[in-house]
């Protein structure tokens, strides 16, 4: 068993930024792929980041360019990272961490909110 635990969430104004990170109990990012995915009220979760573990990343098209999904080269820190750059108010949810992929493992969630 895995517990992923997150942290770094808050509330900022729109064009700030925040850094999520994810604290994993023991070291699979040499195994599995971990990824932050988001759910805003009334929509479907939906994936948002994912690095596997050669260190390939890929983003959902509605943050390329402004979220960047890391993991610590510290084997032991065991945590990945999503850091959020030019929020919108559009990016308000609740980001998981997860690993392993949709039927693993995942975090308790923390909550993003980008008002003015």
């Known amino acids: 068993q895995v517990q992923l635990v997150e942290s770094g969430g808050g509330f900022v104004q729109p064009g700030g930024s925040l850094r999520l990170s994810c604290a994993a109990s023991r070291n699979i990012f040499n195994i599995y792929s971990m990824a932050w995915y988001r759910q805003a009220p009334g929509k479907q979760r939906e994936l948002v980041a994912i690095?596997?573990?050669?260190?390939?990343?890929?983003?959902a098209d509605s943050v390329k360019g402004r979220f960047t999904i890391s993991r610590s080269r510290d084997n032991a820190k065991n945590t990945v990272d999503l850091q959020m750059n030019d929020l919108k108010p559009e990016d308000t949810a609740v980001y998981y961490c997860n690993g392993g992929g949709p039927s693993a493992w995942w975090g308790q969630g923390t909550q993003v909110t980008v008002s003015s």
């Open positions: 690095i596997t573990p050669g260190d390939n990343k890929n983003y």
